[in-house]
């Protein structure tokens, strides 16, 4: 199969109050507006090489309307289209994406819109406030502390991790990265797929609700630790609480810091991380009690992290779409099992 798929270029998310999500990105992320149609906000990253990486779209509650990856080219666009309708996805051409035109939009087997495009408009800053004096630069580094360089991966919710991360892989060629399996039984809860050397750019959480199409968070990349704990810093001074963090995940051994926007999506910040170009990578399989969440095994993840958005509901779900027993050995693994 040739090589689908290159990179996450932006994700669409809805708030139900739009103005006050994109202050919060242009005041505390350090985003910037590039755009406004039909009640749509379309924000970039200092370092962003395309237009926008995020819109944020009006809606009652917070959701993924979409998430996009660039193809490797026009053939491979075609292509990948033809394998999602082989594989019974149900999948659509449209040809007004903003600023990037064609692009194939379809809904995958657990609820999640993706739209695929090989065109992009390349975003350059030559003069004004925003140039950059670097030519690789698309524009000056954002004057916000901490402000993140560009998006970095999104993490979904399904209600089947292994069989999540098997379909983006036959289908679209994503290669899995590693999972994590729960310590008291064999319970897939986590897996990390990756279009290119990062230990992932799309990740996938355990679903327990009976909504589909969910979305955990998604993460923005800063160049340095120090630039993330300034972050951290600077959050915390602006009355920002942080959720979790900031800490190493096992898993891509990638620093991370969560917080909240607006609409109460989560947000990470990611920096470091390994880089990994084996093509036939075999994925291995953590335990929560080896530090796949935690490097350091020595915190728990609050409660609050098993949250995904829109907020689960429906007779079968816990409040946050996660089974108790579930929920008890991914949030304090290290009770049981010692540090390992
Ligand atoms: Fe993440």
Redesign the pocket.
Known sequence: MIKLLSHLSYVAITSPDVEASVTFYEEQVGLTVVDRIDGAVYLRCWGDYYSYSIVVIPGDEPSLDTMAWRTSSAEALDEAAKRIEAAGAEGEWIDDVPHIGRAYRFTGPWGHSMTLHWDVTRHHDTEGDAASIYPDRPSRRSKVAGAPRQLD?V?IASSDVDAFAQWYNDVLGFRIMARTLLDEAPISVFSVLTTNEKSHDL?VVLDGSSRAGRIN?Y?FWVDTREELLIAADVLMENGIPIEYGPSIHGIGEQN?LYYREPSTLRI?L?TGGYRNYVPDWEPNTWRPSLGSNNFYRNSAMPMSMTESFPPADGPSATEEGVPDEIKDALLNPYAKHGRG
Do not use: I
Request: no cysteine; hydrophobic share 25%.
């Open positions: 991966h993490t990740g968070h993460a991370f990470e990611n």
